[in-house]
Structure formats: C-alpha cells, structure tokens
C-alpha cells in the first residue's frame, strides 16, 4: 500500500514509529468486524514517546490555491477541507488517515433507538472558538441548512436519508432517518456544527474566517500566501492541539515546496513531485499512499458514436495504462480494475477489467460499425494530467481513433462540458476527501446530479436506472449482502463506462520525523496535524 524511504542514521524509536503508522494504515484496508474491534475510535497515534513544544509552531508546504468559503456547507476545496479537518467538528468525525468515525463533538458514537432514530448527546462542556457553549439548537441548524434544498449546497445529496434533526435537550438531539441506513455513524461527519447566531448574523464573515469547536482556531487566511491557525485552549475533545499553531505555506509552485522542504524551512509537504522523491527522501522521510484519486474517461452518451458501450469500452482496452503510468507518472498509480483501488476495503474486482488489449479495441469498433473515428479530447491542465495527457492520445491514435487534445484551465474545461460540447474527456477527481464509504464515492459521479444529467447524460438510460437501484437497496443492508449489492454497481459501471476511472494516483508527502511527532500522511489531498506536535529540543 505504501513505500517508505527514511535518510540513513534515523533513530530506532522514529523507524519503529512509522511501522506501527503503516500498520495502521493497513488497517484501514481491514473490513469492519474482521479486526475485533467492538467500538470505533479516533486514531491511536503510532508511539513515540518524544517530548513536545508547546510553543512550536507546525510549518507546512500545500500545493493547492486557496480559493472559496471555509463554511463547511460549501467548502468544497482542497485546502478549505483539509483546514476544516482542524477547526471544525461534526457530531462523527472520520479520522483523516484510517477513514475510521470516531465520536466528534458527540460524547459516543450514535445510540440507534429503532431502525430509523438515533439519539446523540453533545460533549460536555464543548464550546465555540468565541466562546459560546455548543447547544442541540446549533445541532439542528447546521443539519437543516445543509438540508434545505435552497441552500443549494451538494453536501445536501450526502445527508439526504435524514428526514429530521430535533432537540431532546439542550445537550442531545434526536434523528430520524426516512428509511434503514447503514452508513449513519460515517455520513454524520459530513455535517459540521456551527454557531447558530455568529453564521445568521455575519454569513460572508464566517465564511472567510469560521468560529467552529476545533483544536485550531483560523487567525487569517491570504491567497497566494498563507493560512495562519492558533491552539485553541479552550477545547474539550480527544484530540489537543499539540503545537501552539500552524502556517500554511501555500506553494502551488512545486519546485518551491521542494525547496522549502529540503532547507528546513517547513516541516512537511503535500504532493511531492514525482520527479523529485529520490532527492528528497535522501534527506528526509517520503511516503507514497495508494489513493482513491482517479483519472478518469468521460464520455457524451447523447452523442453518437458514444452513445454506444462498444465505442466507450474500445477507448479502454486501447489504452496502453502501464505504459502511461510508467513514463507519465513514473510509476505512481495503479491500474483500475474497478471503481475502487484495491487497497479500499470494500474493493471487489470488477466483471470487466480494461488491461491493453489493441485488437480488442479494433474489433469492437468494428462491431459497432465505427469507421475513420476523430476526438477531440478534453483534458485539464492539471500538471500529471498534462503529462498523461499525449500518451493517451498516442495510444488512441494507434488504434485508429484520431484524437486532437484540448488541454485547458478545468473551469473552462467544463463549461464546454456542461454545453455539450465534448466528445471525451479526461480529467482527475477525488471525492474521498468529504467520505470513504462506496454509496457517497459512486453517487458522487453516478448519482441524479450534474455529472449524470448534463456532462455524460446517461440519466435517462435504464442501465441508469438499475444502478441507482442497486445503491438504494445497498444502503439499507449490511455485510455481505451490502457488499454483493456493491460489487453488482462496480460489474455495471464497468461495462458500460459512461465515465470510469482509468488509474488510481497515488501521493507521495514529505516530512521530516526527526522535528514532528505523530505525524503520518493522509491517501488523498492535505495534510492532517490532528495529534501531531514538534519535537522538543
């Protein structure tokens, strides 16, 4: 699942450390129930028994711009998300690294009362950055904002098997789902409690700098600049600030975070050029994590001829992706054989595995009746997007489909898109980022949604028809015949590709363990300080 390189003379105990780290990690990749563990809980920090700074400030390289609200019912960004893991809190919260829930600002996990009601009560205690006590009424309005379909928030579609949040007390909520769901405890992280009050009276300003309940407070955030946080002491959870703060270095430019890195001059870095992982793991610590983040293949099924399966499945086996993640990515992928990596824990190899099979390709083109077919290809000008981008086109071409790449800024990209100007497209997408269980990753792209309706407009097909069916019966069912529900999605997605991942990137981060404790990298964009302080001189 991962590689690691550490500098040569590490201490034995920080060696150690980072192989209970990988146990940990493998032990996300364990189905729920096989591990014995009876009750969920946040991440048990691989040890290591060096002091801490209390004074310390974190320094880290993001490699994303800072662009949107950091309010949790909209921030769907990278670094909006990634800052919100620290200064935010729902009542559940998924642990950044194993993906495991854990009680946020719940006292427990979820208490189930009958097949559709839950009753959570609110840690004791808990308070607002300002100050302000956390109450059921802040409980309720965080829920029904997200909830309420003129909000217009996505988030909604991830909660929408809630038919009400309600007061108890001051200090615990009741919650009624609309039906039996299995994925309560998970998808409850989705919500983050805000203060009522603060977010009626000023929305614009929480927006720019929340008040949440987190170990951080956000002091300021500059595009192009930085993202400053202090400790907030005040905070009652399981999971202290372990610095006095943190800077966010925002550095898109890679060749600065490298350098940033290799000087010292921050303590960790996300998204470690490809190229540069040799040199920078002579000097410190660099871990490549298999993530759910997929390049994938989109196409216009309202389009002829890929209104077709054999035409969207020629384009798949044409594809030489060994080749493509070799040269393209220097190594860092894996091939998809399925909607999942194989490292996910409800992975299951899918009916239909596109390995490069050019003859394959041809024929089936023929048996469509495909003839002297010409692309345009769209692609983002995202920089391992662009470097994949002309051996795909290679392998298409060799095939017969003659392709013209549009590379472009992703905005206008999918404004082409949502015209209905795209013949394909290629692009890069990783919804792990707001939850890991199958139905919220599938639905994110299969669901009745913009993707579905107006980009590869496959909405109106009765294949469409029976996926949706196959996760709305999913999620009522656990264990095995969840999973066979699961598996039957993953067999139908990939038949008919309407869109279909072609390769699970995986993350390479850079940190140096001899001046953090406790921290290990996440399998998707950011970087998690939660339990993570600076080693005491």
């Known amino acids: 699942m991962t590689s690691i390189s550490r500098r040569a003379g590490r201490r034995l105990g920080a060696v150690v450390a980072g192989a209970t780290a990988a146990a940990l990690i493998l032990s996300a990749c364990t189905p729920a129930g096989e591990d014995g563990a009876d009750e969920p809980g946040p991440t048990e920090a691989a040890e290591d028994t060096r002091a801490v700074d209390p004074d310390a400030i974190i320094e880290a390289g993001i490699s994303y711009a800072l662009g949107g609200s950091f309010d949790p019912m909209v921030a769907s960004g990278a670094v909006t998300q990634a800052a919100n893991w620290h200064t935010m809190e729902a009542l559940v919260e998924l642990d950044p690294v194993t993906r495991e829930a854990y009680p946020g600002l719940a006292t427990a996990m979820p208490t189930q009362v009958d097949d559709t009601t839950y009753e959570v009560d609110l840690?004791?205690?808990?308070?607002?950055?300002?100050?302000?006590?956390?109450?059921?009424?802040?409980?309720?309005?965080?829920?029904?904002?997200?909830?309420?379909?003129?909000?217009?928030?996505?988030?909604?579609?991830?909660?929408?098997?809630?038919?009400?949040?309600?007061?108890?007390?001051?200090?615990s909520v009741r919650i009624t789902t609309k039906y039996p769901f299995s994925l309560v405890d998970e998808r409850l992280s989705v919500v983050k409690i805000v203060p009522k009050a603060i977010v009626e009276a000023d929305p614009e300003g929480f927006g720019a700098l929340p008040t949440g309940t987190g170990p951080y407070r956000l002091v300021s955030a500059v595009p192009d600049d930085s993202i400053v946080f202090e400790r907030f002491d005040d905070?009652?959870?399981?999971?202290?600030?372990?610095?006095?703060?943190?800077?966010?270095?925002?550095?898109?430019?890679?060749?600065?975070?490298?350098?940033?890195?290799?000087?010292?001059?921050?303590?960790?870095?996300?998204?470690?050029?490809?190229?540069?992982?040799?040199?920078?793991?002579?000097?410190?610590?660099?871990?490549?994590?298999?993530?759910?983040?997929?390049?994938?293949?989109?196409?216009?099924?309202?389009?002829?001829?890929?209104?077709?399966?054999?035409?969207?499945?020629?384009?798949?086996?044409?594809?030489?992706?060994?080749?493509?993640?070799?040269?393209?990515?220097?190594?860092?992928?894996?091939?998809?054989?399925?909607?999942?990596?194989?490292?996910?824990?409800?992975?299951?190899?899918?009916?239909?595995?596109?390995?490069?099979?050019?003859?394959?390709?041809?024929?089936?083109l023929a048996e469509a009746g495909v003839e002297d077919l010409s692309i345009t290809l769209l692609t983002t000008d995202t920089g391992w997007v662009k470097e994949v981008a002309p051996l795909i086109k290679e392998s298409l071409d060799a095939v017969g489909i003659s392709t013209n790449l549009d590379i472009g800024q992703s905005a206008g990209q999918y404004t082409k898109v949502d015209a209905g100007d795209m013949d394909v497209m290629i692009a890069p997408g990783d919804p792990s980022v707001f939850g890991n269980d199958p139905d919220l990753l599938m639905r994110w792209w299969y669901g009745k949604n913009v993707w579905s309706d107006t980009r590869y407009r496959w909405s109106d097909t009765p294949e469409f028809a029976a996926l949706t069916a196959l996760l709305d019966e999913a999620v009522q069912l656990e264990g095995d015949e969840q999973q066979a529900r699961w598996d039957e999605a993953f067999d139908l997605v990939s038949e008919e590709v309407p869109l279909y991942p072609i390769l699970h990137r995986q993350l390479p981060t850079a940190w140096d363990d001899d001046r953090l404790v406790g921290f290990r990298p996440v399998a998707m964009t950011g970087l998690s300080f939660l339990d993570v302080g600076v080693a005491a001189e």
């Open 123 to 171: 840690r004791e205690g808990a308070v607002f950055h300002d100050g302000s006590p956390v109450t059921s009424d802040d409980v309720v309005f965080s829920f029904e904002r997200v909830m309420d379909p003129a909000t217009g928030t996505f988030f909604a579609g991830f909660v929408s098997f809630i038919e009400s949040v309600q007061t108890v007390d001051e200090d």
């Open 235 to 364: 905070y009652t959870g399981t999971r202290p600030a372990q610095a006095a703060g943190m800077r966010w270095n925002l550095l898109s430019d890679a060749a600065a975070r490298v350098t940033a890195m290799s000087s010292g001059t921050i303590h960790a870095m996300e998204d470690v050029p490809y190229i540069d992982i040799p040199t920078l793991e002579s000097q410190v610590t660099v871990e490549t994590a298999q993530s759910f983040g997929l390049l994938f293949a989109m196409f216009n099924t309202d389009k002829a001829p890929f209104d077709d399966p054999r035409v969207r499945q020629a384009f798949f086996y044409a594809l030489d992706t060994e080749k493509i993640i070799d040269t393209g990515l220097l190594g860092n992928a894996a091939p998809a054989t399925s909607f999942l990596p194989e490292t996910h824990p409800n992975y299951s190899e899918a009916s239909t595995v596109y390995t490069y099979d050019p003859e394959k390709a041809e024929a089936l």
